[in-house]
Structure formats: C-alpha cells, structure tokens
C-alpha cells in the first residue's frame, strides 16, 4: 500500500506512468494499473470451501447428527465419538486427523445457528449465586444419590457446599443459613434458577414458597431469578457444581450421616480457596477476603428453619407426610392430630404444650417408608409386656439377645429393658442394643454392667480409653514383693 500510495501521489501532481515507473522502480503496467483503480476500500472475500479427505464421509457424519436429534442430549456424538467411530467402521480407508473433525463438526454447528455467544456479566464483591447438583455417596453403609447446595461467589470464585436429600425449600433455607453463619455474613443479592423449592418466575410475576420468604425477610437479602434458558447468568455456580462434583465426590465419598459431613464440606470449601484465580492471578481466598468484607451483618437469632403441619395420627400413634413416609409418635397419642416441624434433616414431633415430643430423621425418595420411634416404642412395651413376642423391638434385637429375653422371667424381661430403654434415650438405639448383646455374651446383665458397657462402647468409639498408658509391671513386682515380706 505505501507504493500504491506513491504511484497516487505523483499521479496527482500530473507525472505520466513511464515517469512514475522510472521514479520508484517498477514495471510499467503496474504503475498504469493502479493509476486505473479509483476504490481502495478492502473487500471482504467470500470463503470458498476447500475440498479434504474428509469430504467422502461427510453424508455419513451428517445422518448420524440427524439420529442424534432424538436422542437424549448427553448421549449424542461428540466429535471424538465422530472420529472413533468413523476408524472403527472404515478402516484403513478412513485417514482423516481429529481436528479435522473438530473443525467440520464446529461449522456445522455454526452453521445451523447453534453457537452462540453470551454476554460476560460483571458481578460485584458480596453477590451471590447458588443452584444444586447431584451426587452419589455411601451413607451409614448404603448407596445414597445425595442433591449438594452450592453458593458461589462469582467476583472471587470462592464456593460453599452442603448436602442434602432434597431440594426443597427447607434444604435451600438450611444450606444457606449454615453458610452465613460459617462466613459470618449475607451476601447481597442471590442469583437463583428457577427452582420449585426457592419459589418461581412466570414471565414478570415471582411466587416465593412461604417458608423462603420467611427466611429471605430474616436475613434481608435479594434475590433474582436468571432468564429461561440463559444459564450464562448463574454460569459461574454451574461450572462450581461440576467442579465440586469432580474434586470433592471423586472418589466417592464414604460418611456415617449428612450432618456431620456437611461441617467437613465447609471446612473442604475453604481449602480449595488456596489455589489461584482463573483470571486474576490472586489466590481465591485473597479475592474472597473483599466478598466478606461486602457482606451485610447477621441478624441477632438464628432462623429455625422448619415448615409446620397439622398431621393426624393412625391407630398406631403413626402419620404420613407426602403420602409415603410414615413416622411414628408414641401409641398414647394414636387418633390425635398434633403439629410437626419439617426441617431439612429432621421431623420435629411436637405435644400439645408445644414441647417437643420426639425427633425423627427425614426420610427422602420415591418409595415408601417407615421410621419407628424407639424411644416411645421400649416406653410402650414397658407398660405393656404382653406386646414382647409381636414388638418391633424384639425384631431389632440379634438371636442371642431375642432368645435370652424370651427365656427369663417376665420381671427380669422388665428390668432388662428398662434399663434398654434408659441407654437408648442417653446413647441411641444402636449402641443399646449392642451393648446388651455384649452383655448377655459375657453373662453380665446387671445393672451397672448394662449401663457400664453401654457408655464403654461409646467411650471407645469416641477414643477415649483406648491410650497405652506407662508400663506398670515394675510397681506390681516391687507392691507384690513387700506384701509376700509382710506376710
């Protein structure tokens, strides 16, 4: 361009071409040419597709893509899937490279409109992003599909996580009081899908459930819902729900219950704000230190977070909460309706005086369920002694236990689960019944020795007790010796 330039140039002060060629040392007709030429703008030139070794297979590649509209989205062909299969099926008569492929497969996608770009949104220090995943865990020994709440913060890309066996609005309101009061703050605005259990978008107009609203007026924060089928807006939670997915439940996790573990899970959190940022080369924790500093202060009390209902309770003292899972009360309240709290681990079970009866952990999933209340149950069968042979409590106990409890005496019977009852309301079922089992074994069914081995199994467990202490033989020498000289 800066000889064309020159040749117009010295066009314009009226010198001829055999000059002009002359002056700067070119052809003549080059000169002329573009003494001729009045538009200079540059002109976008059409793309010409070449042809490539990949052309012949190309109506094979394109009948597969169009199955793959009636297939599920995650089992459609990839381009590596494309390019494996096409070794597979032509054999030696198939050389094409991959990224060859990859480069067909990503115009034809272009060309059918379905790449499209996304708006980089820019987020402010103290805004937040939350949204569930779905993982699998073994829980208390059984395989368990667990759904994981994950708040984001996109302006560090600091991430919390808990555990639940739902997603209902008692898991979100948990989850996310757990973490306010784990970062000792709220944030400012939270971005939400349009998920049931926080409330719900339709076109202008959001219902929130009562009990998020409740939670929502408590700790005073907004909330917004991204567009439909503009995930780019929460884009940040999303890839924090894989990436969780990935590093914290691979491989898969093994807890004894949700509780405990979702203390681990915001302790985990933490750790992985030690590594750097995507984009700003700062470590997370570093970025995550200006989203604290953004947040707005904890309310005074804590939110309880828990939906009431008015149950009404069978023959049996039971009732049933999202017609399949069934709790038990104590028999003394059968016929009755009382009120229950649903929370996100937990059924709350409360009297007439409002004080709590007794706690049950919340069963999820599809199938029906039956959770028994031990407690109540051993406080029934105590008043009632004829009811051993049929109680669900007999059934709990393993053949040893069951048949020296059916050999004794119905007073000795009493006395034995009383004393059962009085361990399973200070240590829980488990550790009562085993320990009885321990028991009967050693022929030792006292009561100090069901009560002594009760709280030594817990003590164990716990570690407690189980420290070699100094070795004390020399003072048992030296003691045994002057008590043989005395006698």
């Known amino acids: 361009m800066n000889q064309i330039d020159q040749i117009k140039d010295l066009q314009r002060q009226g010198i001829g071409s055999q000059e002009i060629a002359s002056k700067l040392s070119l052809d003549r007709k080059t000169v002329a040419k573009y003494m001729g030429v009045d538009n200079f703008a540059e002109l976008v030139a059409p793309s010409v597709e070449k042809p490539t070794k990949l052309d012949e297979f190309k109506e094979t590649i394109n009948s597969w893509l169009e199955e793959d509209r009636r297939m599920r989205f995650k089992q459609r ?12 099926e032509y054999g030696s008569t198939y050389s094409c490279s991959y990224p060859l492929v990859q480069r067909y497969m990503k115009n034809r996608k272009s060309a059918r409109g379905g790449e499209k770009g996304y708006m980089e949104l820019v987020w402010a220090f103290g805004e937040a992003q939350a949204d569930f995943g779905e993982a699998d865990i073994i829980c208390n020994g059984q395989f368990t599909t667990i759904k994981f709440l994950t708040l984001s913060f996109p302006a560090s890309n600091g991430a919390y996580v808990q555990a639940f ?20 703050g709220v944030p400012s605005r ?24 409740r939670f929502k007026c408590h700790y005073g924060f907004s909330v917004s819902f991204c567009n439909p089928y503009s995930g780019n807006e929460k884009g940040n939670v999303e890839n924090k729900v894989g990436y969780i997915r990935r590093n914290f439940f691979v491989p898969m996790p093994e807890v004894s219950n949700l509780l405990d573990w979702n ?4 302790s985990q959190s933490e750790v992985d704000f030690e590594r750097p940022h995507y984009k700003q080369g700062k470590l997370i924790a570093e970025l995550f230190a200006r989203d604290k500093k953004a947040l707005s202060p904890l309310p005074e009390k804590p939110f309880n977070v828990e939906r009431h209902e008015r149950v009404h309770t069978d023959g049996y003292g039971k ?45 999820y999933g599809s199938e029906r369920s039956d959770s028994s209340n031990y407690q109540t ?26 048949v020296c409890l059916d050999g004794v005496s119905k007073d000795e019977r009493m006395r034995m689960l009383t004393i059962l009852e009085s361990n399973t309301e200070a240590l829980g079922i488990e550790v009562a019944l085993s320990s009885l089992s321990h028991a009967i ?10 009560k002594a081995l009760a709280y030594r199994a817990v003590y164990e467990e716990m570690g407690i007790g189980k420290v070699i202490g100094p070795d004390l033989a020399a003072y048992d020498v030296e003691l045994m010796g002057k008590i043989e000289a005395e006698v």
């Open 377 to 402: 149950s051993l406080n029934a069968l105590i008043r009632r002694p004829g009811a051993w042979k049929n109680s669900n409590i007999r059934t709990l106990m393993d053949e040893s236990s069951r």
């Open 263 to 266: 203390q681990v899970l915001l």
């Open 190 to 213: 939270i971005v939400f899908d349009n998920a049931t259990g926080v409330g719900r978008r339709v076109g202008e107009k959001i219902t929130f459930s009562e009990l998020f609203l």
């Open 319 to 363: 009732f049933c909460l999202e017609g399949k899972h069934w709790y038990a009360t104590s028999p003394d309240l059968a016929n009755t309706t009382m009120v229950v709290g649903i929370g996100a681990h937990g059924i709350t079970i409360y009297d007439q005086t409002g004080a709590i009866q007794s706690v049950h952990r919340r069963v």
């Open 165 to 184: 066996g739902g997603e209902t609005a008692e898991c979100v309101a948990q989850g996310l009081k757990d973490i306010f009061h784990r970062i000792g």
């Open 441 to 450: 074994q050693r022929g030792t069914t006292d009561d100090y020795s069901l």
């Open 77 to 88: 062909h990839t381009a590596k899937r494309v390019h494996e299969r096409l070794k597979e």
